[in-house]
């Protein structure tokens, strides 16, 4: 079982960067995909970013261009740099692990992400 735990979260203004990372309990160079996925209130969870164990990365049309997934597999961890931040990525976002492409998703606890003036 993977555990992930994650930081990073806060209250930002508009227009401000936040880093969230996520810290995997296991080497994870061996993961097949870890991701980020938010939540805002009465929204569904929605997948943010994904990157996979070859270095391929997808993001959602609405944060393209301000965020960047990256991982450091030394450290087995994944961050989420968010860049030029708006009041609708305000949610809770959580750190999402599938060790390979049929294993369940581990996730973290989740962390708050307010932005706001």
């Known amino acids: 079982q993977v555990q992930l735990v994650e930081s990073g979260g806060g209250l930002v203004q508009p227009g401000g960067s936040l880093r969230l990372s996520c810290a995997a309990s296991?080497?994870?160079?061996?993961?097949?995909?870890m991701g980020w996925y938010r939540q805002a209130p009465g929204k569904q969870r929605e997948l943010v970013a994904a990157?996979?164990?070859?270095?391929?990365?997808h993001y959602v049309d609405a944060v393209k261009g301000r965020f960047t997934i990256s991982r450091d597999n030394a450290k087995n961890t994944v961050y989420l740099s968010m860049n030029s931040l708006k009041p609708e990525d305000t949610a809770v976002y959580y750190c999402?692990?599938?060790?390979?492409?049929?294993?369940?998703?581990?996730w973290g606890q989740g962390t708050q992400v307010t932005v706001s003036s």
């Open positions: 990157h996979f164990s070859g270095g391929l990365t």
């Open positions: 296991e080497s994870s160079l061996s993961i097949y995909v």
């Open positions: 999402n692990a599938r060790p390979t492409r049929l294993s369940t998703p581990y």
